[in-house]
């Protein structure tokens, strides 16, 4: 009975190695091979299963995932009624591979084993170099050679396949490690007498990306403007255009527009680049005054920020005359609400993730919004402040939900405080970025919340 030849397939090593084979032998004439599967099973030291196909599209019918390895015969007739190339007719070294060909294309991650004729050195070498694991001689097949090929070839495409995704893998790490770049910018605060943290969680179904993003700029005029936002959906479309919009934000900041005016701007290019018309995205933007007293607000289906003051307990701004997300609707307005500051103060813009996780595991109950300016005050209660209370928030946050949070979290934080600020000897020092998971303050300086 002919004999076949082991495939990789998605099972432990050890598994392929010592549990039941099952080989595939394609040539149409099975009596051409002549080792039995008793004597096959005997030298594998495992009960081995062969099934014989006699073409192409026989072949295909019996290629199920339980098999574990094809032996083909390289001088098998192709015929496009065979399931073969029907795209014309084919000569020299391709004819003699074009079974082999066709069932690489069929098989992609099974183990293959070309059969040619003994004195035919120069074909076996090509169907090798062309994808197949190993070649045997016709005139040198027997168990025992047969077996160890059979074993060779599982191993040996099992190795292909993992560096191929190995391969996969680096490329997507560095991907994302370019969105994230782009996600997660330097702030520029040069100048500013401002403190400035962020922390960033991506949520648990994503290793290192997602959909929210966040900027800080100091304007010629001395304004500082920040902005936080979150484009709904996950994946790397999404992180794509969250990119796509900090980047407009920052040149269209820059370039002095702001307010109404700046998230129109947005929306136009988020209606350009968005792949589908149910993507929106959520936006809260800040610009504070160069005397750092005031500040103007605009929310376009954004949580509001929180507050707090030197002494006082944090809270919300006013959110009531926020406008739409960006994308829903295509003549919307974002009114500019001016929003007092005070001379020592602390400003937390968030991403819903921060809010939409649960309280209890198992429970339905969200934090919401309420819950974290409790959780906040709880916190400045116990006298943290700065980047601590910023790391303490995310903690319980993921704390109450009974582990990670299934959203991405962003958390930027913006204080001024007048007397560190002369303690320190003038205006804060140069920013730096944040990293995903745990990002940076900007210096030394801690804002009062």
């Not at 077996?147 to 070839?153: K, L």
């Not at 490690?177 to 960033?200: C, H, K, N, Q, V």
């Not at 376009?300 to 005359?321: F, I, M, Q, S, W």
């Not at 921060?354 to 006298?383: F, H, K, P």
């Amino acid at each position: 009975m002919p004999v076949p030849v082991p495939r990789q397939r998605a099972v432990p090593a050890a598994e392929a190695s010592h549990g039941d084979l099952t080989l595939l032998v394609i040539e149409d004439d099975p009596a051409g091979t002549t080792i039995t599967v008793p004597e096959l099973s005997a030298a594998a030291g495992t009960r081995v299963r062969v099934r014989t196909a006699r073409n192409l599209t026989e072949a295909a019918r019996l290629l199920t995932d339980d098999v574990d390895c094809i032996l083909l015969d390289l001088a098998l007739p192709v015929a496009s009624s065979d399931g073969g190339p029907d795209d014309g007719p084919v000569s020299g070294r391709a004819a003699e591979l074009a079974a082999l060909t066709h069932v690489l294309r069929i098989a992609p991650l099974h183990a293959v084993l070309a059969l040619t004729a003994e004195d035919d050195t120069e074909l076996a070498a090509e169907a090798v170099r062309v994808g197949a694991q190993d070649y045997l001689f016709r005139g040198e097949l027997d168990a025992r050679v047969l077996s160890r090929a059979i074993r060779y070839a599982v191993e040996r495409k099992r190795a292909d396949m993992a560096q191929h995704q190995l391969t996969e893998s680096r490329l997507r790490a560095q991907e994302n490690a370019r969105l994230e770049r782009g996600l997660l910018p330097t702030p520029l605060l040069d100048g500013s007498g401002l403190s400035f943290a962020a922390r960033y969680r991506p949520g648990r179904s994503r290793a290192l990306l997602g959909g929210d993003f966040y900027d800080v700029v100091r304007t010629p005029d001395g304004t500082v403007h920040a902005m936080i936002g979150d484009v709904c959906g996950h994946g790397p479309d999404e992180a794509a255009l969250g990119v796509e919009l900090r980047i407009a934000w920052r040149a269209l900041t820059l370039a002095g527009l702001c307010g109404d005016e700046l998230l129109s701007t947005l929306q136009q290019v988020l209606e350009h680049e968005r792949q589908s018309e149910e993507i929106f995205a959520t936006l809260c933007t800040v610009d504070i005054a160069p005397d750092e007293r005031r500040a103007g607000l605009c929310l376009a289906g954004h949580p509001a920020p929180l507050l707090a003051r030197h002494g006082r307990p944090a809270r919300l701004l006013p959110y009531e005359d926020g406008g739409p997300a960006l994308g829903l609707l295509p003549r919307a307005r974002w009114p500019r609400r001016q929003v007092e500051l005070g001379g020592a103060w602390s400003l937390m813009m968030y991403t819903d993730g921060l809010i939409e996780g649960r309280v209890g595991t198992g429970g339905s109950e969200r934090l919401g919004q309420d819950g974290m300016v409790a959780m906040v005050n709880g916190r400045l209660e116990q006298g943290l402040a700065g980047e601590e209370l910023l790391e303490a928030a995310v903690a319980e946050v993921r704390e109450l939900n009974g582990g990670e949070l299934t959203d991405d979290v962003a958390v930027l934080l913006l204080g001024r405080d007048p007397e560190r600020t002369r303690r320190g000897g003038g205006s804060a020092p140069r920013s730096r970025p944040a990293s995903p998971v745990v990002a940076r303050p900007l210096g030394a300086q801690r804002p009062p919340l």
